[in-house]
């Protein structure tokens, strides 16, 4: 079963809005979690690093006053697009690390991903 | 500058013949590399994954091979199945430390015709 949940799965919203992204951890503690964004027939491009705790580290040419990334605890992450626009459509994905079970398996768990559409 | 990359972008296979699925890297600093599965709309899956230690590992009808010295590897799944058509993302860090971010591919989309 997933052990990483995201959620919404899709949002429509006006331009100029802003929209939050939620990734829970669900039977595993998270300290960092990672967003991703990936465009069409594009790469999962990583955006920032979410820390429990502490700032997130955002990657160059992110903005952090538009996405702002809230870690408020060991299992919960938050996305939010602020001032949304058109071009800020995309494929959202967040994803954690089970350092528990990252020995046997995959470094990281991803979240189903959320499809964002600004109009 | 595109430190995964998967020069084909799509690939089609007849069921039943192997499908062998290409990746390349250029930071020497990758030790460990993986492949992800995604249907549209949905996170990506895990599939497989190696140690830069090795130069090959084996699940079922999924085997992924390592040549370091010309920073490739490859995925061979054989028999392919319709039920593998996906796109396919190749994976890298330079820790297996499981807090270290993957960098990927822009992924190599698998239709196996039955």
């Known amino acids: 079963g997933a052990v990483v949940s995201q959620h919404p799965s899709w949002v429509i919203c006006k331009s100029g809005t802003s929209v939050k992204i939620e990734c829970r951890s669900l039977d595993f503690q998270a300290t960092t979690m990672f967003w991703y964004r990936q465009f069409p027939k594009q790469s999962l491009m990583l955006m920032a690093t979410?820390?429990?705790?502490?700032?997130?580290?955002?990657e160059q040419g992110v903005e952090k006053d538009k996405f702002l990334i809230n870690h408020a605890s060991l299992t919960l992450s938050t996305l939010t697009v602020t001032s949304a626009h058109p071009e800020d459509s995309s494929f959202y994905i967040c994803?954690?690390?089970?350092?528990?079970?990252?020995?046997?398996?995959?470094?990281?768990?991803f979240g189903n991903g959320t499809r964002l559409t600004v109009t | 500058d595109q430190q995964v990359k998967q020069n084909s972008p799509s690939l089609s296979v007849q069921e039943g013949r192997i499908s062998i699925l290409n990746c390349d890297y250029t930071n020497s600093m990758f030790d460990y590399f993986l492949w992800y599965k995604k249907y549209p709309a949905e996170g990506p899956t895990f599939l497989i994954s190696?140690?830069?230690?090795?130069d090959k590992n084996e699940d079922g009808r999924f085997t992924v091979f390592l040549n370091k010295s010309a920073k490739h590897l490859s995925l061979h799944i054989v028999p392919s199945q319709p039920g593998d058509s996906a796109v396919y993302f190749c994976a890298a860090s330079h820790r297996n430390s499981g807090n270290t971010p993957l960098v990927f591919g822009k992924g190599t989309r698998l239709s196996v015709i039955a």
């Open positions: 190696i140690s830069s230690i090795k």
């Open positions: 994803s954690a690390p089970n350092l528990i079970r990252a020995e046997h398996n995959s470094p990281l768990h």
């Open positions: 979410s820390n429990e705790g502490s700032k997130a580290t955002y």
